[in-house]
């Protein structure tokens, strides 16, 4: 059976966290994940969480977190070979779910297609479920999937001026 694709989008809170949880409850069933960061590069507290866990692999693809500024010809670079490398990954069938965090930023920063991003999913083996998650899908990707969930911002403490506090935003 083909995997299958989710989407996880929106403004709002929760897309990685919502990939981490479905990573838990596929190595509770014995899968291997592989878990690939894009646009990031700072170890948060669930890079660190996620690599004590058996049978997940985590990768980031990203220097640190340009989303306030330009990416640099560094950042695409970095993402490029990261998308080459997940590319790899999921062709080879090795992991039974792949996520692809922060995928949708990284194409709409430009760091890497809409269209290669639904080549390197449509050529990935058959079984491997796939996540990807970031604000701002494409309507061209949201097409494809076969789930899409958007997390909906209604009230968030940033708007206090309440920064990204350890252990709950990082």
Do not use: W
Not at 16 to 24: E, F, N, R, V
Not at 108 to 133: C, H, M, P, Q
């Amino acid at each position: 059976m083909k995997g299958k694709i989710h989407v996880y989008t929106g403004n709002g809170k929760g897309k990685t966290t919502a990939a981490i949880g479905l990573t838990i409850r596929a190595v509770g069933a014995g899968f291997k994940v592989f878990f690939g960061q894009f646009v990031k590069g700072e170890e948060y507290s669930e890079i660190k969480a996620l690599k004590k866990l058996d049978n997940v692999v985590v990768k980031q693809y990203g220097r640190d977190c340009f989303i306030r500024n330009e990416p640099a010809k560094e950042d695409i670079m970095i993402a490029r070979q990261g998308l080459a490398e997940m590319s790899g990954i999921l062709q080879s069938g090795d992991y039974q779910l792949v996520v692809m965090d922060e995928a949708n930023i990284a194409v709409y920063y430009k760091l890497f297609s809409l269209e290669e991003l639904i080549e390197v999913l449509e050529n990935r083996a058959d079984g491997v479920e796939v996540v990807i998650t970031g604000r701002m899908a494409e309507e061209g990707l949201i097409k494809i999937a076969d789930l899409v969930t958007s997390m909906e911002e209604v009230k968030h403490y940033y708007q206090q001026g309440i920064q990204a506090r350890i252990g709950i935003e990082k």
